[in-house]
């Protein structure tokens, strides 16, 4: 076994994938599998396939293409860029998009390729990341995508609480109906999907909230994290799916506080230090380079994270009952941030625990 690795339990991936996808459907939502967190890891994309996912979505084509060979429709999730559209076009069946020069390089990649590639489009609901800023500018698109071969306008969507916050609700998940219907009465064609957004609206569709109508979501945080609405984990999902195990290269007992004329730290900070006196702990060879210190939570409920630089994590384990030696392994759950870290990071190794093709297949 190499180290640090991270451990992914397929079993959880598939009873969450279960759980998410049964609940979605008593709410009329069909939703799709987004594998982004996890770099698109084939086996967790195949597992979330088996589970019963009927699309998969990831935000980077680089991830698509390592799943190309999963037979199920793919989205990209996020709008694609100009010089990508050929590839886009390629690897992705469905776009996310919000403006007409991105709509008319996938028309003119689909028409190269012979093909017709999906588009939603995009509105946006006060989150002020990706969406038309208006009507006007939705029918505008819309317009455009109908007049251009090779695309099929399939449907609207918007998302939420990524970067300002703006929480999911029932005013911004009906304004999403009103403007389907006012598409469709006005420029007289069907827009069969309505994609509400992301893991955060789990919350209100399970409140019975969703309005009628929205019959999409893009889950990935759910499905991996177990969580939902702020981060919070989901009643019945699992929470530590993935686990990063990294090795003990000294142990020590050093003082709390680091002595001699204090500067910044490796990454710009500034500390304030609390004296505790001497502490035993530990080095682990990980680092912020492939994890995330909010989002990284010990097994072992006596370790405590202290901190970290690139390539080094430092651990209280004066509360710990086990007596760690160098070599030894330190176990953590690994939440969103960190997930992605591990899985993105070249120097951590991906293990699986109940593999796919030892999953019961109901
Ligand atoms: C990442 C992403 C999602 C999925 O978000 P989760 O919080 O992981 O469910 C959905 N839609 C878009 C556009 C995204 O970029």
């Given at each position: 076994?190499?180290?640090p690795?991270?451990e992914?339990?397929?079993?959880?991936?598939y009873?969450?994938?279960?759980?998410?996808?049964?609940s979605?459907?008593?709410?009329?939502v069909e939703?799709?599998?987004v594998?982004?967190v996890?770099?698109?890891?084939?086996?967790?994309?195949?597992?979330m396939?088996q589970?019963?996912?009927t699309?998969?979505a990831?935000?980077r084509?680089?991830?698509?293409?390592r799943i190309?060979?999963?037979?199920?429709?793919?989205?990209?999730?996020?709008?694609?860029?100009?010089?990508?559209?050929?590839?886009?076009v390629?690897l992705a069946?469905v776009s996310?998009?919000?403006?007409k020069?991105?709509?008319?390089?996938?028309?003119?990649?689909?028409?190269?390729?012979?093909?017709?590639?999906?588009?939603?489009?995009?509105?946006?609901?006060?989150?002020?990341?990706?969406?038309?800023?208006d009507?006007?500018?939705?029918?505008?698109?819309?317009?455009?995508?109908i007049?251009?071969?090779?695309?099929?306008?399939?449907?609207?969507?918007g998302?939420?609480?990524?970067?300002?916050g703006?929480?999911?609700?029932?005013e911004?998940?009906?304004?999403?109906?009103?403007?389907?219907?006012?598409?469709?009465?006005q420029?007289?064609?069907?827009?069969?999907?309505v994609?509400?957004?992301n893991?955060?609206?789990?919350?209100?569709m399970?409140?019975?909230?969703?309005?009628?109508?929205?019959n999409q979501?893009?889950i990935?945080?759910?499905?991996?994290?177990g969580?939902?609405?702020?981060?919070?984990?989901?009643?019945g999902?699992h929470?530590?799916?993935?686990?990063?195990?990294?090795?003990?290269?000294e142990?020590?007992?050093?003082?709390?506080?680091p002595?001699?004329?204090?500067g910044?730290?490796?990454?710009?900070?500034k500390?304030?230090?609390?004296?505790?006196?001497?502490?035993?702990?530990?080095?682990?060879?990980?680092?912020r380079?492939?994890?995330?210190?909010e989002s990284?939570t010990p097994v072992?409920a006596?370790?405590?994270?202290?901190?970290?630089s690139?390539?080094?994590l430092?651990?209280?384990?004066?509360?710990?009952?086990?007596?760690?030696?160098?070599?030894?392994k330190?176990?953590?759950?690994?939440?969103?941030?960190s997930i992605?870290?591990?899985c993105?990071?070249?120097?951590?190794?991906?293990?699986?625990?109940?593999?796919?093709?030892?999953?019961?297949?109901?």
């Amino acid at each position: 076994m190499q180290y640090p690795c991270i451990e992914i339990d397929l079993q959880k991936i598939y009873e969450n994938s279960r759980r998410a996808l049964a609940s979605c459907r008593a709410h009329g939502v069909e939703p799709v599998g987004v594998t982004k967190v996890c770099c698109a890891e084939p086996a967790v994309a195949e597992t979330m396939v088996q589970a019963g996912f009927t699309m998969l979505a990831d935000s980077r084509l680089d991830n698509l293409e390592r799943i190309a060979h999963i037979n199920v429709p793919k989205m990209l999730l996020r709008l694609p860029m100009v010089s990508e559209a050929e590839r886009a076009v390629q690897l992705a069946d469905v776009s996310l998009i919000s403006e007409k020069r991105t709509a008319e390089a996938l028309s003119a990649a689909a028409m190269r390729q012979n093909k017709q590639h999906g588009v939603i489009l995009m509105m946006e609901l006060g989150d002020l990341r990706e969406g038309c800023a208006d009507e006007a500018a939705v029918f505008e698109l819309a317009k455009l995508c109908i007049s251009l071969e090779g695309l099929d306008l399939q449907g609207i969507g918007g998302n939420l609480i990524c970067y300002g916050g703006a929480m999911p609700s029932v005013e911004n998940q009906g304004q999403l109906i009103t403007l389907r219907d006012r598409l469709e009465n006005q420029l007289g064609i069907k827009l069969p999907v309505v994609s509400g957004g992301n893991s955060a609206v789990e919350n209100i569709m399970t409140r019975g909230k969703l309005p009628n109508g929205v019959n999409q979501l893009r889950i990935g945080a759910m499905i991996h994290a177990g969580i939902g609405l702020m981060d919070e984990p989901i009643k019945g999902y699992h929470t530590d799916a993935y686990v990063i195990h990294a090795e003990v290269i000294e142990r020590n007992r050093k003082p709390t506080m680091p002595y001699g004329e204090l500067g910044t730290d490796a990454f710009g900070q500034k500390r304030d230090w609390i004296d505790y006196g001497e502490i035993e702990r530990a080095i682990v060879a990980i680092g912020r380079a492939d994890c995330d210190l909010e989002s990284l939570t010990p097994v072992d409920a006596g370790v405590k994270v202290l901190g970290a630089s690139s390539d080094h994590l430092i651990v209280d384990l004066s509360r710990s009952k086990q007596k760690y030696m160098v070599g030894d392994k330190v176990s953590f759950y690994a939440g969103y941030v960190s997930i992605l870290r591990a899985c993105m990071s070249r120097y951590v190794k991906v293990n699986f625990k109940n593999r796919i093709d030892s999953l019961a297949r109901n």
